[in-house]
């Protein structure tokens, strides 16, 4: 059973910092990407940030210059440092990974398919 769980949400002020960080455990075959994707309230899921297992690194308009991803592949945690906060930032974030699980009996992989945190909220306000 794969599992993704997200920490390091809460209040922050405008042009404060946040760290979110994002372990994914289980039984993992192989990552292929993982990413941070966010939900403001009215608004449709949009990708943030992601980061593939050769370190390729992809992110929304928006955030380019503020926010930066990485990956600790011997964990299987991946990070977002979030810097210059805005009040449009604030949003529900949600973990993903594009992985293949070991079958049940730990002998081969499952299909390839994205997996999902709970999701963190993330409040910028003064």
């Known amino acids: 059973q794969v599992q993704l769980v997200e920490s390091g949400g809460g209040l922050v002020q405008p042009g404060g910092s946040l760290r979110l960080s994002c372990a994914a455990s289980?039984?993992?075959?192989?990552?292929?990407?993982m990413g941070w994707y966010r939900q403001a309230p009215g608004k449709q899921r949009e990708l943030v940030a992601a980061i593939t297992s050769g370190g390729s690194t992809n992110y929304a308009d928006s955030v380019k210059g503020r926010f930066t991803i990485s990956r600790d592949n011997a964990k299987n945690t991946v990070y977002l440092q979030m810097n210059s906060l805005k009040p449009e930032d604030t949003a529900v974030y949600y973990c993903n990974a594009d992985l293949q699980a070991l079958n049940d009996y730990g002998l081969g992989p499952e299909d390839r398919r994205e997996y999902w945190g709970q999701g963190t909220q993330v409040t910028v306000s003064s």
């Open positions: 289980g039984s993992i075959f192989s990552i292929y990407a």
